[in-house]
């Protein structure tokens, strides 16, 4: 399982890098979606989001899931490319499967790479 | 009667596996004081018994075959049904199966389901339909669901001319009561005789969804295609709902540039059976059909290189996506679908041409020799298919009273719905209707007092 | 390219071919609407009957159904329909009847609903029937509406939160969901029973009320139903009941009795409505007192009284505060409500208790079968159907697998995957229609499927083998989607 130790991450299995504003969901929220069909982003640029807040809507072959933004702030950049090829979040969930970037985030209490990677680990079995 | 096929000795030894006594000890879990209450129910009868008592009941009836001439259609119509039809139907390998969850070993049922929406998508010209739902009115409810949730809420209003069927609006209402919209156009009391055109005086930045009917439910045929152009340019998406027959004839709403077209299936081989169960269709364009609810059957292969058909899309529905789904549905009229499909199949694009053009010439006939009888009248000069509208020379419950007694079953009092057209009633016609039915309708109507 | 086991009907077109054609028209000719109205082509096939019926025919037998054989999908009450139904439905009294004919020309019909509208009152205990849902899910959508309007005429605006146990169906959440309410979901505690604290903890005065399935979906019914009742009620919810279990508690006792407000009927699966490959289904709706005047309009009711020698008048009445209408005309008559009648007309007290004396007995037997293969989670006596976990200590087969293996011994796999509480899930429901034979080779099968999944686990992975399809590429499916097929003519420019 992949988990890039400059993120941070959440308990719904978000991550955000504070370097870029980048959200997305984490290999193994993908991994648990399984085969992703459809993606639908919930927010447009320009738009201010609260910490919890559904950025966007998911669905797998088996499952379907609620994306929340991890942090407030204001939505710099969607990325308007993934709905027309969802199983990007499946290949490549933290580089070209970006959902949104937000501006002004604060990473308050997500975890880092290792407590996310052992809340995990408790997840999987 | 029993279908219980289990014999004491059998029942005896079971119970004895499971470690109970008696049948009645499997029920220690249900509080006593209301345990096995005496139902009030009348005492059980034979199959030949029960047979006779529906018989009884079916022929109090009459019936638009063996009694009536009927020229009654509003939303249900008599056509004629190949025979192929219900051979099909009766097959227990179609009707006693479930939703086909297990595609291995129900391809007949995904199979026939898949054609069906192919059938739906190239009568109406749309990317695709679902599986069914379960009538036009309610496909017409589920249009709203859609564009709800297309707009997650984000517009609130609908905007339905007066002239769908009072029924299908009737049931928006009922639909919508949770969602907090605003509704406007559905007001039987308007000036019924503008064009659709006068609907876009409602149209605006917050309308979600625009519903007209095709023919509308007075039988007249509006070309929607300015409406439609209009109201996407208010970013309002517009459904049409259609009469399946009427779309063999006339212009696609696809063409109309409509993005959800749904409508009653029931004329393409579902008798009337007193209102149901019927078929309601739902197709729309390929880019809302994440947010359309219901059944959706698409093709793939199997593991041994076959082509074949599975229920997909499922995330989306009740059972995975739970209080966020669209709709809660989670039947479609899968039999009745089935019955569309070997009826459209059967007839073929030549019958299906015939049957089109059966109704229109019947209804025109009528119209023709209708409007000759002193005090009658067309009530309004589009262009129509099956369906007109007749003005009477007194209020239509009264004409049609007395061709109930001549064994005429008239058509719809439209004072029912709308307070204006006390003296009006909606005609239909089709292929079943033969000339001497139809004279027979003006010899009575002549004589009338 | 993929192999074509049976051509769409589509591909069996051929231009020129007649089916079933129509009469000449008997009346003067009138000219058609204008160009402008009319469509351009009408791509539907072209077959002649024979190629119809061939079609159809080859397609049923790639489905597997309550006719083949054993079906035990839980939650679903596969039982057999009988044929009789299928005369009844049918008379041309019933076929042939225009849902706005004057109701004088079909009292027979209006007979038939009001009948049934008064049995299905005395089989559950409600005072009020509705016959006008086309399904269970349209029924629960309706007992939610009535739900909201009842705590919307007192006033009572704050009430906005509907608590659904954790084993549910997903309708329910989707219901409530439909009313813009927010779901709370109750766990079961380790009988399988609603867990009392945590309902305790849920009871305020924002609760609309709770949606309950009793039995659950594992089967149990629950041991503190009047407590759960009464906690709900005290808090001033209201009660609606999940009827899909119905097949359980035919003359051993009655929602209504036990304080439930609310529930729908499954025709289609109490009172033997078939399937149908997915539907038609009808769902009418049972109400107490406090909802009555709340019922979709219009019900079937008494509009002039009679005497001895004239039989009193049916026709339809509306209920002072309806919710209004739900679908268009009267309900699934003839496919749904004739049927149900007919079967219900046949079994009188007695043999509606049989039938769910015998669907617990069935269901208690497999269970006692197979308790020594298969973990039963919550184990203790069941009532219709029971849940067993698929799969075994140090083995990689999975619940799928065993559904899939099942069908190589000729048998429907049970539910499986649901409910989700338990892992695994394997939901069995026999129904009262199954001999002792047919469950003893079905048990048969289960205790050699876990064996082949210790000695043979591939055989398990890969089946089902014997059908005439293998597993399907669901992925595929859903990213591609293809959704509808055209004449072959179009198939390019369509495409």
Known sequence: MNIPSNLKYTKSDEWFDPSTGAVGISDFAQSQLSDIVFVELLVEEGEEVSAGKAIASVES??????????????????????????????????????????????????????????????RAH | MTYIPISPNERDAMLNTVGVK???????????????????????????????????????NENVREHLISFLGAGAYNHYIPAVVDHMLRRGEFYSAYTPYQPEISQGTLQAIFEYQSLMTNLTGMDVSNASHY???????????????????????????????????????????????????????ADLEVGPEALMSLVDESTMLVVVQYPDFFGRIHDYTKLIEDAHTKGALVCVVAN???????????????????????????PLWYGGPYLGFFTTKKSYV????????????DNRGQRAYVLTLTSREQHIKRERATSNICSNQGLLALASA???????????????????????????????????????????????????PKPASEVNDYLLDHGILGGYDLGNDYPALKNHILMAFTEMNSKQEIDTLIEVLKEME | MATIVEPTIFELSSPGRLGVTMPASDVPETALPPRNLLRSELPLPELAEVDVVRHYMRLSKFNYSVDDGFYPLGSCTMKYNPKINEDTCRLPGFLYTHPLQPIETVQGNLVLMFDLQEWLKEISGFTGVTLQPAAGAHGEFTGVLMMAAYHKSRGDSKRTKMLIPDAAHGTNPASAGMLGMSVVTIPS????????????????????????????TLGMFDENIEEVIKMVKDCGGLMYGDGANLNALLGIVRPGDLGFDVMHFNLHKTFAVPHGGGGPGSGPVGVSDRLLDFLPSPLVGIVEGGDDDIPPLYGFVTPKQSIGRMKAFHGHFGGGLVRAYTYISMHGPDGLKAISQ??????????????????????????????????????????????KRLMDYNFHPPTNYFPLIVHEALMIEPTETENKDTLDRFADALIKIAEEAKSQPELLHNAPHITPFGRMDEVKAARELVLCCWLPENYETMK
């Not at chain 2, 249900?30 to 079916?58: C, G, S, Y």
């Not at chain 2, 309610?138 to 984000?154: D, S």
Request: aromatic share 8%; hydrophobic share 40%.
């Open chain 1, 61 to 122: 072959v088996k499952a379907s899931a609620e994306i929340y933004s991890p942090v407030a702030g204001k939505v710099s950049a969607v990325n308007k490319g993934l709905s027309d090829k969802p199983e990007t979040l499946n290949s490549d969930p933290f580089g070209e499967g970006w959902m949104i970037k937000i501006e002004g985030g604060s990473t308050g209490d997500m975890m880092d790479s290792s407590t996310y990677e052992k809340d995990c680990e408790g």
């Open chain 2, 22 to 60: 008696s049948l009645d000890d499997l029920f220690d879990a249900i509080p006593q004081k209301h345990r096995f209450p005496e139902l009030d129910l009348p005492p059980a009868l034979t199959e030949m018994e029960a047979a006779a008592l529906l018989n009884d009941m079916a022929t109090t």
């Open chain 2, 135 to 189: 009538d036009g009115a309610t496909a017409t409810a589920e249009a709203v669901n859609l564009a709800f949730a297309q707009f997650r809420g984000k517009r609130k209003k609908i905007v339905m001319s007066p002239t769908v069927h009072p029924q299908y609006r009737e049931v928006v209402r009922t639909y919508s009561q949770g969602m907090g919209l605003e509704e406007a156009g559905d007001d039987a009391t």
């Open chain 2, 244 to 270: 399946p027959t009427a779309l063999l004839m006339l212009k696609t709403p696809a063409d109309m540039g409509a993005d959800i077209v749904v409508g009653e299936a029931q004329p393409f081989g579902i």
């Open chain 2, 290 to 301: 994440h947010k359309m609810a219901g059944r959706l059957i698409g093709e793939t292969v």
């Open chain 2, 342 to 392: 070997v009826y459209m199949s059967t007839l073929g694009k030549t019958g299906l041409q015939q049957v089109a053009n059966l109704c229109y010439q019947k209804a025109h006939y009528a119209a023709s020799e209708l409007s000759k009888i002193d005090g009658f009248g067309l009530c309004f000069t589009e262009p129509f298919f099956h369906e007109f509208v007749l003005c009477c």
């Open chain 3, 189 to 216: 505690d380790a009988r399988g029973n609603v867990d009392l604290k945590a309902l305790a903890a849920a009871c305020d005065d924002t609760v609309v009320g709770m949606m309950l399935t009793n039995p659950n």
């Open chain 3, 358 to 403: 015998f669907a617990v007995l069935n269901a208690n037997y497999l269970q006692a079968r197979l308790r020594s293969t298969y973990k039963i989670p919550y184990d203790r006596i069941c009532m219709h159907e029971f849940v067993a976990e698929g799969s075994f200590e140090g083995s990689d087969v999975r619940a799928l697998d065993i559904a």
